[in-house]
């Protein structure tokens, strides 16, 4: 068992994402008892076991859905009217499912007000933020206290140098179109599971149509949020970040908006 766990340790370490079965209740005659584990990888490769068979085959499968949306489940195996196999003797099984991610990051291009804003609520939802402005004077730790990383460098060039991957969301909401544009052409084609930009329609669709005559595939700006978040009537820099975040919290847990 302290095997597992240091592999779980290790693989997250990594930035990898897993899920953890674990029996949580059994009765009557069942292949493995309250307390077996099975680690489930993200390319299906498993270590430990919970019963084998088809039991075990269904596990896997539902894994690669809780590894996708983040979310918990519940599994209840009725074994009693399978075919027996070696050392499987019906019973009844609840297998528990926990995704094993590691720290999301939300990205912010930007130390605006709305960056400022965004950065404090994804704090407080546990993201790792990192903010991103080549202004000093308003990109430094007296007004971003609860940050976790700030980097005052150009802004395309320092988001390309964040790894952008499945596990990151990213706010841009720079000084400026030109700038805006930049990280977009950056961030659009990368790994990220959210982006998102500031703006009207006209400058969206207008940034949108010059990065595809510059070869930015039309599929990656199809997933591109912008305008960006949900519609609450956000008037305010702090309403529309909590109308972004809110975005982000609906994506974060498996729904598109």
């Known amino acids: ?3 597992m766990y240091q592999e779980i340790a ?5 930035g990898e994402k897993a899920v953890l079965a674990t029996v949580v209740n059994s009765d009557g ?5 309250p307390g077996a584990k099975m680690l489930v990888h993200k ?3 498993i270590a430990g076991t919970v019963g084998g068979g088809t039991l075990e085959q269904e596990v896997r499968e539902k894994a690669g859905e809780v590894m996708f949306t983040g979310r918990h489940s519940l599994l209840h195996f009725d074994l009693s009217g399978q075919e027996k196999g070696p050392g499987i003797c019906g019973g009844q099984v609840d297998v528990f499912l926990e995704p094993l991610m590691p720290a999301e990051s939300l990205i912010v291009a930007g130390a605006g007000h709305i960056g400022l804003a965004a950065a404090a609520i994804g704090r407080m939802l546990g993201f790792h933020v990192t903010v991103i402005d ?8 007296d007004r971003f206290s609860a940050v976790d990383s700030l980097v ?16 990151s969301y ?11 544009e930049e990280c977009l ?8 599971r959210y982006v998102g930009m500031i703006g009207s329609r006209k400058k969206v669709k207008e940034v949108k149509e010059r990065l595809l005559a510059r070869g930015v595939p039309q599929d990656c700006l199809n997933r591109v949020h912008a305008p960006v978040g949900l519609d609450i009537g956000a008037e305010t820099s702090e309403e529309i970040a909590v109308s972004i975040m809110a975005q982000i919290v609906k994506i974060r847990r498996g729904d598109q908006p």
């Open 1 to 3: 068992m302290t095997e």
């Open 10 to 14: 290790d693989l997250l370490s990594r």
């Open 29 to 33: 005659s069942s292949p493995r008892k």
């Open 43 to 45: 390319d299906g490769s």
């Open 134 to 141: 080549p202004r000093p004077e308003l990109n430094n730790a």
């Open 152 to 167: 005052v460098g150009e802004y395309a060039d320092a988001l390309r140098k964040t790894g952008m991957d499945s596990n």
């Open 170 to 180: 990213v706010l841009i909401c720079t000084s400026g179109h030109a700038f805006d």
């Open 185 to 192: 052409y950056v961030a659009s084609r990368s790994e990220a």
